[in-house]
């Protein structure tokens, strides 16, 4: 997990709009429940071309975003814009739906994201989760730790939106090179900047099954317990440890579907760190990058953009299919403040 300093309000507050560069060389910690389950499923069909994201720099005010961070340049932001529309070309309706304010507030959440997985520095794209490799600690291999035999067998996180897990490694690669050299060589992933974006916005636009028993922050000592003698959740479970406290509705969903539905932030905070920030006792919750501040950064890009926020209750903000969000986020300032920082609070 990436360190974060403290920062004073004006410095926080230039934070937040640093999620425009996407500048990561760490992570937050690892997407332990991120889905096995994806598909090809593109559910709109608008256009046969992939949008240019140089182009439509304009429309989203990305130059106004980047005004007061003095180290970044134009022609690296056209880097990054130039690699993101290389590597939307296979995904024709990633922020490209028709829906011109929708695809708007889809980019602002895409950002959000990668914003919250990654710390952000001098470079990019960024290459490895933080203290990684680690055989003991970075594996996340669902068939145990094969990297005591190939150190290079470790699915921790890399690239925008911090792909791990054997099985994800296995379906990008199945999808990107149709088979499965990144999951028999995961390290092809760390230093190709259009890999790199590929995989965020392939994890973005696939179905990911998502839920289950989840952990908080310290650690639930019956995680396993749970998973393996009530695989289908506390409904009928005997074991009187595994509670509704501790579990998430199983299902399978996009973040593309989640932004153009009443899903929304919610279910794409759901999809991408669920288990960590979604269910109903995380003590996640208020952490830096973590549900409150995920929600406020979306807000706050969407005002830097001029969109205006989605929400017309704001006391509290009506996030849906992300249990611990529901009823529990306040962002009234946000109305008068697009360079808030804090401004949300739970109940």
């Known amino acids: 997990m990436c360190q974060f300093e403290k920062q004073s309000p004006i410095k926080t507050s230039l934070l937040i709009l640093e999620i425009i560069l996407l500048l990561g060389v760490c992570f937050t910690e690892s997407n332990n429940f991120k889905g ?5 499923k593109k559910p709109f069909q608008t256009s046969s071309e992939s949008r240019n994201f140089t182009s439509w720099q304009n429309c989203v005010n990305i130059a ?7 180290y970044v340049s134009q022609q690296s932001v056209n880097q990054w ?8 070309q296979k995904y024709s309706t990633f922020c490209n739906t028709g829906d011109d304010l ?4 889809e980019f602002a959440a895409f950002f959000t994201i990668i914003r919250s997985e990654t710390e952000f520095s001098y470079g990019f794209p960024c290459s490895r989760e933080l203290r990684c490799p680690d055989c003991v600690h970075c594996s996340y291999n669902s ?6 035999q190939n150190q290079n067998l470790q699915y921790y996180g890399r690239g925008p939106i ?3 897990w054997d099985y994800n490694y296995k379906a990008f690669s199945q999808s990107y090179f149709g088979d499965e050299r990144f999951l028999n060589n995961p390290t092809l992933m760390e230093n190709n900047p259009e890999i790199s974006w590929v ?12 839920g289950g028993w989840c952990m908080p922050q310290a650690g639930w000592s019956e995680h396993y317990n749970c998973n393996a003698k009530c695989p289908n959740g506390p409904q009928g479970c005997t074991l009187t440890q595994c509670t509704h406290d501790h579990w998430l509705d199983q299902k399978v969903g996009s973040c593309l579907d989640a932004m153009h539905s009443s899903g929304s932030i919610g279910e794409v905070i759901n999809i991408v760190n669920g288990g960590y920030d979604c269910f109903p006792t ?3 919750f208020i952490n830096f990058g973590h549900t409150l501040k995920r929600v406020e950064w979306w807000g706050t890009i969407l005002q830097n953009w001029g969109l205006g926020l989605p929400w017309t209750n704001l006391k509290p903000v009506p996030i849906n299919k992300c249990p611990r969000a529901v009823n529990h986020i306040y962002c009234t300032q946000l109305k008068i403040n697009q360079w808030c920082w804090g401004c949300c609070s739970e109940i």
Do not use: V
């Open 64 to 70: 106004k975003s980047l005004e007061y961070i003095d």
């Open 36 to 40: 096995q389950g994806q598909s090809n």
């Open 102 to 105: 929708a695809d708007k507030q």
């Open 199 to 210: 995989s965020a916005i392939w994890f973005w636009m696939n179905q990911q099954g998502y």
């Open 282 to 284: 995380t003590t996640y």
């Open 162 to 164: 911090q792909l791990s």
């Open 81 to 88: 814009l130039k690699n993101i529309t290389n590597a939307s």
């Open 143 to 148: 068939k145990g730790l094969q990297c005591l």
